[in-house]
Each structure stands twice: as structure tokens, then as C-alpha cells.
């Protein structure tokens, strides 16, 4: 799963929340990959490169 979190997630609360839901998401075999929004919008083209060589890495 790709996350695109916001200033939000640097919250406290939000924090613990997130390696809350992050814990359950692994729990249920998923993997949460967290990519700040002001990456995703500013460099969009290194972030795909960062979630295609993670894509890679299940596939190997």
C-alpha cells in the first residue's frame, strides 16, 4: 500500500495512530510504504522510481 501522508502525520496522536494501522495492515499481510505529499507532488518521477523498485523487490 502507498500512503501519501500530509503535515498531519507529524502529529503525535497521528503518529501513533499511523504505526497503529500500519501494525494491523502487516498483520494482515499488506505493507504500508509512506511517501510525504510535498514528495509526490514536487518529484513525482523519483517517487515512482522509488515505488517501482519496491514493486521489484516482491517480484524477485
Do not use: C, T
Not at 501522508?5 to 498483520?27: I, N, T
Not at 522509488?50 to 516482491?58: D, H, P, Y
Amino acid at each position: 500500500m502507498i500512503e501519501v501522508d500530509g503535515g498531519g502525520h507529524d502529529l503525535p496522536e497521528q503518529q501513533l495512530y499511523d504505526a497503529k494501522r500500519d501494525g494491523w495492515l502487516a498483520s494482515q499481510g499488506y505493507r504500508v510504504m509512506r511517501v510525504r505529499d510535498a514528495e509526490a507532488f514536487g518529484n513525482p518521477d523519483e517517487v515512482a522510481g522509488r515505488v517501482a523498485a519496491e514493486i521489484r523487490k516482491l517480484i524477485v
